[in-house]
């Protein structure tokens, strides 16, 4: 009953969506929202964005808002142009404006915000691939889109290696796509060690943001615990309904959802080995995760375990709040 309204086409879905969504991420922002808070100051793109949000916070956080607002319509007509959830509806828009706010340095223009579309550009390309040759073109492009996203945001590079299990998953590839992939991969990070040498910092800089973000498997990085296995025990329990759905898709809709489904698994795994200031899980599987709880949402066929759920992950909202 709590997530009927977003289930329907009907313009007023979308504009009640846009306000609660704003409320949101206002009220966190009043109360929970520190300025002291700084991203990775390794990459240019991130100093901007910390010196942008601790001049001007307000200006920030309307500004991530209205970016958020934006990727969400564009992953809700992404999914809906795929198919690969039933019906025309904004549920997905309005999953995604939860998950995208779960962590409060997400609450103004973060580097994991900014790198958002770029994500979503990336995973079009992924999942619109056709049976038969796929065009090289669409493989670059992705995995450049990957590639400048993982320089904003490194966590985004979890998406090279679905594209090139997609490669042999979806279709039919040779030997050249994959060379295509790693070379749009890297492009951005050419560009990165030029303009670094372009300001005559050392050598070990350059390499050092790649070398860095690595390290033993830690479960503090699924920190804070509350909200981390409340997320979980809904992904495994939405589970049972995301694959029974699945499997009554066409073929070529299904090997999309299982691919975002591993998506989800890597991206799970792919957070406890990240260092600091990188792991946040949510963000790291928000795509996937969006796609989960909505088909869930709408193919569960009893209102109140839709309605237990979605509290359940308004509780682990709010306890990524309290207890980080």
Known sequence: MLLRIFRT????????????????????????????????????????????????PWISHITSTIYILFSGLFFN??????????????????LFGIFISFYPENLILSPFVTAVPLLLLSYHLIMTQFKGMLPMSIVFNASFFIGLASMIYFPSAI????????????????WRHFFIAVIGFGTPALFFDTIV??????????????????????LK????????????????LQSFIYFRTV???????RKALHLSFWYLILGIIFNGFLSAPFPNMVNAIIIPLSMLFTIFHLEVKRWWISDLFFIALIGSLVSSYLYT
């Open 159 to 174: 998406l090279l290696a679905i594209l090139i299990w997609s490669l042999i998953y979806l279709n039919q590839t040779s």
């Open 221 to 236: 990085n699924y920190l804070p615990a509350y909200a981390t296995y409340t997320i979980l025990g809904l992904i495994l």
């Open 9 to 56: 086409s009907q313009p007023l879905s979308w504009i009640l969506i846009i306000v609660l969504i704003t409320i949101l991420r206002v009220v966190l922002f009043s109360f929970f929202y520190e300025s002291e808070q700084s991203f990775d100051n390794k990459l240019i793109s991130s100093n901007i964005l910390n010196q942008f949000g601790s001049g001007f």
């Open 77 to 94: 007509r992404i999914v809906q142009n795929l198919n690969l959830v039933s019906g025309i509806h904004y549920l997905l828009f309005f």
């Open 247 to 253: 499997s009554k898709s066409i073929i070529k809709i």
């Open 197 to 218: 040498f372009s300001f005559s910092l050392p050598v070990e800089y350059i390499f050092s943001y790649w070398s860095d973000q690595f390290q033993p498997l830690d």
